[in-house]
Nanobody, 125 residues
């Protein structure tokens, strides 16, 4: 059974920073063989793609609204995914989810195989 557990969310003022983590575990789950992604979902809105990273971190992808502010990274030795979120804005408020995929479109949630339970990020103005 695969587990993805997010942490690091919280309440922060606009302009502040948070570092989200996603710890992966599972008997047959080899973290380094999965592309990883971050998605977010605000109340009343669809889940949206935020960022993705390839197996060994050589390629990263971001949605336009977070480019230059968010940085995705991974530590394969620790089976952990990170999202450094700087200069946060109220519109970044959402539940943030990490997800793992073997292949497929990194932007589409349907192509991800495993999901965490999410961590709440709230940015006050």
């Amino acid at each position: 059974q695969v587990q993805l557990v997010e942490s690091g969310g919280g309440l922060v003022q606009a302009g502040g920073s948070l570092r989200l983590s996603c710890a992966a575990s599972g008997r047959a789950f080899t973290f380094s063989t999965y592309h990883m992604g971050w998605f977010r979902q605000a109340p009343g809105k669809d889940r949206e793609f935020v960022a993705a990273i390839s197996w060994f971190g050589r390629s990263t992808f971001y949605t336009d609204s977070v480019k230059g502010r968010f940085t995705i990274s991974r530590d394969n030795a620790q089976s952990t995914l990170y999202l450094q979120a700087n200069n946060l804005k109220p519109e970044d408020s959402a539940v943030y989810y990490c997800a793992a995929q073997r292949s497929g479109s990194y932007q589409h949630s349907s192509s991800y195989d495993y999901w965490g339970q999410g961590t709440q990020v709230t940015v006050s103005s």
